[in-house]
């Protein structure tokens, strides 16, 4: 096979998916993954973010950790550095590797339960002289495991579950600041209404006076004689009727409210049970809103009149009307914010997120009530709305948290699995943001994509700009600079994100290289898209052949000739040089632009700066222009003066001839035009610096900025003749004159002064 048809060949399978030329290979069994996460074979020998352990009881960012972040705490406990902990430290890793391992395998439960059997694996497998010794190790280790909780591993259920658990810890601080709201004033209506029947005929016979002192007292008191010697109270000393009424309905809506558990401080026991407030659907979210939307209003309404009544301050005249007229539109953010938020997880299974559940989805996120919802995407590459052979995006979801940004007053947090412990702050803030808030969490596939493992796929496709992390918080500041953030995404500024990596060739030549990691390089792991790849045998194809990252970045024209290729390593670890399809291409190419929009939200690249930048620069340049016009016309008027001639700047005799060529003539007039200076001594046209850093550059001591950022003389004795000469050939606008030389034994003066003449 010669270089052309070798060439053709390649050219035929990109344009048409033929690869009957016989070189080219079917990678659909190849297990093929990124050749930058070729060190990722195997999940369970690395130390990265999961498994995950969702801690019980914890708040805050430590309700999720991860099992490294655990172990590295217990080893700085009772492993120290050096040969000491060497023992300590080697079992420890192991036993974390156990636990990883058996989580690999689909084991769950709490962390406690795992540590303990994995420990009891390495017991069971140690020699009679280490296991007395691992022994020791384990139950100091245990001893120092200061969290419990189930672990997690990188799979279809953990944005849910993750999220649940976050969102738990934010309920649980709710709760209890409601709570003891709640607790303090029921019993403080309590006291009032206690205090006024105190003060009632009732309040005073002898049985009340009985149960109020208790049964112990009963043998050393005579009640009948003590309610008889009892003051008689004035009528006008009790309650008002309307006010004790008021404060009975009060207290009845807060002791029956659902929406936060009963009291243990108050022995609450009975009742209906408090409301759940995590749902499957936008719907039955929605419905429960609502119904229970009239309780809520009764609820928060009787919390302000029972503060008011605790302090003695409610006027019926002016708070009566007020509370009469309290309905939901009545409701503050501040109110709602106290009330557990309504979760709904929406998994993609076909039915969650149809364009009608969507529809509510949007209802609810624009309703400004304190709703979190969860629309999890688990493929992301949308076979289903494309058509045959084409290959998108999963766009509905892409799309979904793209618009709900524009609602403009919801949260929006998009992220994949991968980077979702990392971002736990960002989710945390959206699930404290008093308003709506939407969660958009690609899964990492839940193995649809095939064989690479869901942390994989997720990492893949952040790293490929498919899947783009972002956060939009409307309570972040007025401005979308502050509201809006790519930052959490890998080398925001370029359009592909690049890497060095190295590898060995067949005789251990190492080779460097950098690469794009693209689209390209994500899908291509995945083997459904396998029709839109080819391998490229050893020692066959490859001629005109140009990784995808690079040719991404070139327009039609530069790329005519070039096939485009990624590297993959296959299940056998082998380095692949992997052709790609045209199809495959403008997938990728649709990606950049999805990303090179999100870019330009984001601040970076964007393209309104640019041009107002673009502006500026003009305004500037011109302002520039009309400050040396000035400055020509100064020494024009100068010149013209008899009295402050200057010396001549030797025009010669054909200077006013009209035969001079117009450009020589005009190199003279703006040697006529600039101000009078002694010819030998250096001077720098100030005004005209375009502030280009050649002459600073070359020496820093002899040329400075002044203010305006534009050049002069600082120190003439900073530097030598030489450099004043090659200072003046490479300012490109020709405004450093060096004058003579100063020092008259500096060596090659004849040459530097010819080469200074044009300058002078
Ligand atoms: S080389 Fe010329 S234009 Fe550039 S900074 Fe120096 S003086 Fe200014």
């Not at 709570?179 to 009732?202: N, P, Q, V």
Request: aromatic content about 8%; hydrophobic content about 40%; charged content about 25%.
């Amino acid at each position: 096979m010669n270089a052309e048809t070798d060439h053709q060949e390649l050219v035929a399978f990109h344009l048409t998916g033929d690869r009957s030329g016989g070189h080219l290979t079917d990678v659909a069994d190849l297990e093929l993954r990124p050749v930058l996460f070729a060190g990722y074979g195997d999940l369970t020998r690395l130390r990265y973010d999961y498994p995950l352990l969702l801690a019980e009881n914890t708040d805050g960012e430590d309700a999720v950790c991860t099992l490294s972040g655990i172990f590295d705490r217990i080893l700085n406990r009772i492993a120290p550095e050096g040969i000491e902990g060497e023992f300590a430290r080697k079992q420890l890793l192991g036993l974390e590797r156990e636990i990883r391992t058996a989580v690999a395998g689909g084991a769950e439960g709490a962390l406690s339960d795992m540590w303990r059997q994995a420990g009891e694996r390495m017991l069971a497998e140690a020699g009679e002289t280490t296991g007395k010794d691992l022994a020791d190790v384990l139950s100091r280790a245990e001893a120092a495991l200061a969290v419990d909780g189930q672990v997690v591993d990188c799979d279809g259920e953990t944005p849910g579950r993750v999220l649940r658990h976050l969102w738990m810890a934010e309920r649980r601080q709710k709760n209890r600041r409601l709570r003891h709201r709640l607790d303090k004033l029921i019993l403080g209506l309590k006291a009032i209404l206690r205090t006024d029947f105190a003060k009632s005929e009732a309040g005073r016979s002898a049985d009340q006076l009985k149960s109020a002192m208790g049964g112990a007292f009963e043998a050393a008191f005579d009640f009948d004689a003590m309610s008889n010697i009892l003051p008689r109270t004035s009528p006008d000393a009790s309650l008002p009727e309307d006010r004790r009424l008021r404060l009975l309905a009060t207290l009845k809506v807060l002791e029956t409210q659902r929406f936060v558990p009963p009291s243990e401080l108050l022995g609450q026991t009975g009742g209906e049970a408090p409301y759940d407030f995590v749902f499957e659907g936008c719907g039955a979210a929605m419905a429960a809103l609502e119904e229970r939307l009239p309780e809520l209003v009764a609820l928060t309404k009787a919390l302000s009149v029972a503060e008011l009544e605790m302090e003695n301050r409610f006027k019926p005249l002016r708070h009566a009307q007020y509370f009469e007229n309290f309905d939901q539109n009545s409701l503050r953010p501040e109110d709602l914010a106290q009330f557990p938020s309504y979760l709904v997880l929406s998994a993609e299974d076909g039915s969650a997120t149809t364009a009608v559940e969507r529809a509510k989805a949007v209802e609810l996120l624009s309703s400004g009530l304190p709703i979190k919802v969860l629309v999890q995407t688990d493929d992301l590459l949308d076979q289903g709305s494309v058509a045959p052979g084409q290959i998108a995006l999963g766009g509905n979801n892409l799309h979904f948290a793209n618009m709900a940004v524009g609602i403009n007053s919801a949260y929006v947090f998009q992220s994949t699995s991968a980077g979702m412990y990392r971002l736990r702050d960002r989710i945390i803030r959206g699930l404290d943001y008093a308003g709506p808030a939407l969660f958009s969490i690609f899964s990492g596939g839940a193995g649809v994509n095939g064989s690479r493992t869901s942390y994989l796929a997720a990492a893949a496709a952040a790293e490929s700009r498919g899947f783009p992390a972002f956060v939009f918080d409307p309570a972040a500041g007025p401005d979308w600079a502050s509201r809006f953030s790519i930052a959490n995404n890998p080398q925001t500024e370029t359009d592909w994100p690049e890497h060095d990596f190295s590898y060995e060739m067949e005789h251990h030549q190492r080779v460097d290289e950098r690469y794009n990691f693209t689209f390209v390089d994500f899908v291509a792991a995945d083997r459904r898209y396998a029709a839109h790849l080819a391998g490229v045998a050893n020692g066959g194809a490859g001629n005109g052949l140009m990784p995808a990252g690079e040719y991404l970045q070139r327009n039609p024209d530069e790329r005519r000739d070039s096939v485009p290729y990624v590297l993959m390593v296959d299940g056998d670890e082998v380095l692949r040089k992997i052709v790609v399809g045209e199809t495959l291409i403008r997938a990728a190419e649709q990606c950049g632009e999805s990303w090179r929009a999100l870019q330009e939200l984001g601040g970076v690249h964007n393209s309104h700066a640019a041009r107002l930048l673009e502006s500026e620069r003009r305004l500037w340049e011109e302002e520039k222009q009309l400050e040396l016009d000035a400055l020509r016309a100064q020494a024009e008027a100068a010149s013209a003066a008899p009295a402050t001639a200057p010396a001549p700047l030797s025009p010669g005799p054909n200077v006013a001839d009209a035969s001079v060529p117009a450009a020589v003539e005009e190199v003279e007039e703006e040697a006529q035009d600039a101000p009078a200076m002694n010819p030998d001594e250096p001077w720098i046209e100030t005004p005209r610096c375009t502030t280009c850093n050649e002459c600073t550059e070359l020496n820093n001591q002899m040329f400075a900025y002044n203010e305006n950022q534009q050049a002069y003389l600082l120190d003439l004795d900073a530097g030598t003749f030489k450099e004043m000469v090659e200072a003046a050939e490479t300012c490109q606008v020709s405004i450093i004159h060096p004058g003579k030389p100063r020092n008259p034994k500096e060596p090659n003066l004849e040459e530097l002064i010819k080469r200074a003449a044009p300058f002078i």
